[in-house]
């Protein structure tokens, strides 16, 4: 899941700095609860078209991106492990020759314990794959089944072995809490065997029932009841003390590390930092503006190809493959920054956000922080702007005070 540098080096220079994502829209199967833009049972050809589309997206971009410096490539989907290695030894080649790569980037891919060989895993950490992001979700059977999930509990285990033995000692676990009808004793007990696999990395989600699912279907039928939201926070509460207990530091909502394990790619986003996303459906935030690429496939291939053609005849072109971009006003930038950076369990730095904005926060967002401090779900610790234990269960009423009017400037 995807979905995304307080741990970034001190004297990495933010301002050249790049992180990479892209995007591999192929599932073997659509899970009930997913509402990413990913499919299953897309024709050959198309699969087969996808790489050399990213390849000349890369090759649109890279001028632009001549100055920067790349600290964390991400392959996010869908099912990035589903890529053959032929067409990960392309696409890894072409980021080299396009992009500035630093000699420490953190180079993280997405993957599924189903499809995951040990040969396939052998080969990425060839290829300077360094970091496993596995979508486990459950170790309980039902649980699996219910979520559509093709993967065994023992099929997890396997894959972490085999992830082990190949090389990669930073890996994340995904979870998923909440899930109708799942007791807290089920969830503990997923928990304390994850545990013993010594993740690097934990990252714990809440189900939500997103609409278009086949999830929300079945729940709309009454074939099976809504997630229950008190059992969730008493989940949530539960993993918060017991992943303490094992020495991961909590650093966001929903994200837990050993020390110096944090995920740098995913601190970009909620530091409100510049992103390039490539492939269908990805979205960037690159040179000021918010991007977001066309979600079919299909239609992605065929833009990518028309504007690399054209770039080719005439040394111009539009980027075809954008379906919508927009320049954040002042507003909405510092709503980003506020809204993404609470995510954070330190929070925002007064001082920064000030210098960053030339306003403090209680200037661009007085009435809304005054609230949530006297409700108890926002707090001043040490220069820093945070979320309380309370607004930790309940940051989306914090957050949805912080957005913009619509006639702000
Ligand atoms: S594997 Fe991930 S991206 Fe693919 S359908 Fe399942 S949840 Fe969605």
Known sequence: ??????????????????????HIPFCTAKCGYCDFNSYEGLPGHLVADYTPALVREMELWAPAAKDLTVDTVFFGGGTPSLTSLDDMSQITAAIRAQFNISPDVEWTLEANPTELSREHLDGLRALGVNRLSMGVQSLQPEELTLLERLHSPERVIEAVRDARAAGFDNLNLDLIFGIMGQPLSKWQDTVERILELRPEHLSCYALT??????LYYRVAKSQIEEPDPDVAADQYEWTRTRLAQAGYEQYEISNWA????????????????????????????????????????NRYVEAVNESWE???????????QIAGGETPDEATQRADAIILGLRLMRGISIADFTERFGVSPDDAFGPAIAKHEALGLLERVDGQLRLTERGLLLSNEVFVDLLPDEDDD
């Open 1 to 22: 899941m995807t979905t995304q540098p307080a741990s970034a080096p001190a004297s990495t220079d933010r301002s050249r700095s790049l992180a990479l994502y892209l």
């Open 209 to 214: 029932v997103e609409p278009g699912t086949a």
């Open 258 to 297: 050993l020390p110096g394990r944090e995920c740098r790619h995913n601190l970009v986003y909620w530091h409100a930092e510049p992103y390039l996303g490539l492939g269908a459906g990805a979205h960037s935030f690159f040179l000021g503006r918010r991007i977001a690429n066309v979600d079919a496939p």
């Open 310 to 320: 054209e770039r080719q005849a005439t040394g111009r072109g539009e980027l075809r």
